[in-house]
Nanobody
Framework: EVQLQASGGGLAQAGKSLTRSCAAS????????IFWFRQAPGKEREGLSC????????FYADSVKGRFTISSDNAKNTVYLQMNSLKPEDTAVYYC?????????????????????WGQGTLVTVSS
């Protein structure tokens, strides 16, 4: 059974940084594709970033490109989202999500569709 355990986040001032982590376990596939999504109040869920364990490829939404960085610690089976230069509009519930893929997988703009697994969301609040 795939489990996604997210931690980190919380409260930050605008311009500061936060890091979220997602510990992923239980995959039977050889490739784990890990995503970060967020949903702000009154808005649709938004895909932010993708990381593929098969080739290390990443993808970022325009809204966070250059400010957020996704990375992986394979020894810990954990993927991180480093969020820098936070803005009040980054306030949202953040979710870790995943796909289990057999074979190689390259993160791309369509990657955010057809997610297989979701972790629990946690609130990140950025004050001005």
């Amino acid at each position: 059974e795939v489990q996604l355990q997210a931690s980190g986040g919380g409260l930050a001032q605008a311009g500061k940084s936060l890091t979220r982590s997602c510990a992923a376990s239980g995959f039977t596939s050889d490739t784990r594709v890990i995503f970060w999504f967020r949903q702000a109040p009154g808005k649709e869920r938004e895909g932010l970033s993708c990381f593929s364990s098969s080739d290390g490829s990443t993808f970022y939404a325009d809204s966070v490109k250059g400010r957020f960085t996704i990375s992986s610690d394979n020894a810990k089976n954990t993927v991180y989202l480093q969020m820098n230069s936070l803005k009040p509009e980054d306030t949202a519930v953040y979710y870790c999500a995943a796909k289990g893929i057999f074979g190689n997988y390259f993160c791309n703009p369509q990657s955010f569709q057809r997610i297989h697994y979701w972790g629990q969301g946690t609130l990140v609040t950025v004050s001005s």
